[in-house]
């Protein structure tokens, strides 16, 4: 009967603990992408009597340890732009301040004083750079400081959608005006007059800038500057001469990089008529602009994509993807080392990280503005505690059913 007093109480012990892997999986319900953990019981090697193994009897049963589920949670939104959730296989990788990585599923970044991307912790997102090519350059930390600029970029090539009356007299004229861009990221008033021509369907382009930019603007300065040009339309409506793109070259004298050669685009490149101007019975007007230069800009707000690509917006209207987020995959989850705050380490058992990009290999999706929720069953684990529950109580009749027939026992005696 001591046996059975003894076996009793390693079903207590073994329940106990159960119990508190059941409320460690309930206390972290809501924390972030936490992980289930299930509790797995094993018997205590019997002893046999008689010499024959089916006649062994049991000694009880041990804790034989927690196995983690590695499900995937559900995403939760949360409208902040460096939220991520990992929707598939793989961590995040951060780093501490001893450039030690730990991997993790609770994408809670944010952007710190610097710029630096961390996680509550003050661990450093990693991800590899992208320079201006769009080549992934090595691993490191993500880091976009507020005080960045996006560099100026001179405008090398323009475009503009106009008809001109043909009912316009003779002298009649029509303006239209744009910004063009110099090397130090100044805006220019560009101005361009059509004049009619006493011949049919011609017209006469001038160009001009202020005085306070520069001394003004030459056609095809390549075949000899031209103060302007003459400009011929079928009867149709549509160009014909020039028969080619035209080149404007502004003169600057406010300490920009002069001239500024900029290419007015009117043909595609088989030599195909662009149909940007026309000469057709309606109203003079200006139904398009377009230039590919900018001004300088500053940081304003920064976007991660599904491929975890993290793009900076600047005021000047430009989006520069800068970084793209690291993930790590492991031979085995189950091996990884277990480190708090939702982080883990590797081991010898976990085998190697193997780093890589979102979607590339085994690797999952980002979510952009999301979090991964914590996948417990709050269903299961009630109905688990019940269990534990009544398995510890069963245990604790055995002892005390065990002791009554002591007591027994001893009672003999009397």
């Known amino acids: 009967m001591i046996g059975s007093l003894f076996a009793g109480i390693s079903g207590l012990n073994a329940n106990a603990t159960a119990m508190t892997v059941i409320g460690d ?12 953990n299930r509790a797995s019981f094993a018997n205590v090697l019997s002893q046999s009597l008689g010499g024959s193994a089916g006649n062994g009897i049991g000694r009880g049963v041990e804790f034989w340890g927690t196995s983690p589920l590695w499900t995937q949670g559900s995403l939760e939104n949360t409208g902040s732009a460096t939220d991520l959730a990992i929707n598939g296989k793989g961590f995040f990788i951060v780093q501490d301040g001893t450039g030690s990585n730990y991997y993790t599923r609770a994408g809670l970044f944010h952007l710190d004083e610097a710029g630096d991307m961390i996680n509550p912790d003050g661990y450093q997102v990693q991800g590899y750079e992208i320079d201006d090519a769009g080549n992934l350059g090595n691993l490191t930390a993500i880091s976009i400081p507020g005080e960045r600029i996006s560099a100026p970029s001179a405008t090398t090539e323009l475009s503009v959608d106009i008809n001109l009356d043909s009912r316009t007299a003779t002298n009649g004229s029509y303006s239209t005006s744009q910004s063009v861009f110099d090397s130090l990221g100044n805006a220019i008033p560009l101005t ?11 017209w006469s382009v001038s160009a001009s800038i202020p005085a306070t930019a520069g001394t003004g603007v030459a056609f095809n300065p390549a075949g000899g500057p031209a103060a302007a040009i003459t400009m011929t339309f079928d009867s149709d409506g549509n160009l014909t001469i020039p028969a080619s793109d035209q080149t404007l070259r502004l003169t600057l004298t406010n300490g920009a990089t002069s001239p500024l050669d900029i290419t007015w685009d009117l043909y595609d490149a088989t030599l195909a008529n662009n149909g940007d101007l026309t000469e057709f019975a309606s109203q003079s007007a200006t ?8 001004a300088s800009g500053v940081l304003r707000s920064i976007s991660v994509d599904e491929d975890g690509v993290v793009t900076a917006a600047y005021s000047n209207g430009q989006l520069t993807p800068t970084f793209q987020i690291a993930l790590a995959d492991f031979p085995s989850y189950d091996g990884l080392e277990k480190m708090g705050k939702n982080l883990y380490a590797e081991s010898l058992a976990s085998g190697q990280p193997m780093p890589g990009v979102a979607g590339n290999g ?24 019940i269990t534990t529950q009544r398995a510890f109580q069963a245990n604790s009749r055995v002892i005390t059913t065990s002791d009554e027939i002591l007591s027994e026992l001893i009672n003999i005696k009397r």
């Open 25 to 36: 999986n309930i206390a972290n319900v809501n924390t972030t992408a936490f992980k289930a």
């Open 192 to 202: 361009m007059t059509f004049t009619k021509t006493a011949n049919v369907r011609e």
């Open 287 to 294: 139904t398009f602009q377009r230039q590919d230069g900018y």
């Open 362 to 385: 085994r690797l999952g999706t980002i979510t952009p503005s999301a979090i991964e929720m914590s996948n417990i069953d709050l269903a299961q684990e009630f109905v688990k505690m």
